[in-house]
């Protein structure tokens, strides 16, 4: 079956700009998780939603947002780019059930911000 | 969560197995262990877990100790497509929030 889906795989933004990246997860799953992933910082928890609510939530700054929909899709949304927001955004699906820590990564999302 | 601890580098030859150590010496009962690689420029792959017993699937086996306080990864015929960082997590059972430490890049020499 078709694996975890992220859109676009690249872009590239200014400071000041806003970008909305997309997620869609391995049908069946309804867990969808929000990982950025820098030289400096490594991978790094946003936040995770299941049955479109927001369950956990990393230690970023409000202009990180996400949501989910009634799909299980997931997007998420940075406002206010800054250049330290360059990264690789990975989005993870999971079947909610005994183990839940097999997460599938998709490929990520690659944002530089100029 | 639990803090683990990995070497930030490792080497091995290809055809050997490769035995990657992790500490967790603050786990909790029930907390898991977790592995996971990160090859170039893809999403991490989960790869195998387990709670104190020892597990193999297709891809590695896992030998966690008695006292669960540090746990090995084992790939037995390590091949260069195991080029990766491997990042040991652990995770109480429910939790969705991984925690990855800097992981233990793995370079497989022919």
């Known amino acids: 079956k078709a694996g975890v889906t992220q859109t676009p795989r690249y872009l590239i933004k200014t400071r000041g700009q806003q970008v909305t990246l997309s997620c869609s997860p391995i049908?069946?799953?309804?867990?969808v998780s929000w990982y950025q992933q820098t030289p400096g910082q490594g991978l790094q928890f946003l936040f995770e939603?299941?049955?479109?609510?927001?369950?956990n939530k990393g230690n970023f700054p409000g202009r990180f947002s996400g949501r989910q929909f009634s799909n299980s899709r997931s997007e998420m949304n940075v406002s206010t780019l800054e250049l330290g927001d360059s990264a690789l955004y990975l989005c993870?699906?999971?079947?909610?059930?005994?183990?839940?820590?097999?997460?599938?990564f998709g490929e990520g999302s690659r944002l530089t911000v100029l | 969560d639990a803090k683990t601890t990995q070497p930030p580098s490792m080497d091995c030859a290809e055809g050997r197995a490769a035995n990657l150590p992790c500490n967790h010496s603050t786990i909790s009962g029930n907390e898991y262990v977790y592995w996971y690689r990160q090859i170039h420029s893809q999403g991490p792959q989960y790869i195998i877990h387990?709670?104190?017993n020892n597990e193999t699937n297709e891809m590695a086996s896992l030998i966690i100790t008695e006292d669960r306080k540090s746990s090995t990864l084992i790939l037995p015929h390590a091949t260069l497509r195991d080029t990766a960082v491997y990042y040991c997590i652990v995770l109480i059972q429910g939790a969705q929030k991984l925690v990855f430490g800097q992981g233990t890049r793995l370079t497989i020499n022919p």
């Open positions: 993870a699906s999971s079947l909610v059930g005994r183990d839940t820590g097999e997460l599938f």
């Open positions: 387990g709670l104190k």
């Open positions: 049908s069946g799953h309804r867990s």
């Open positions: 939603y299941f049955s479109e609510t927001q369950r």
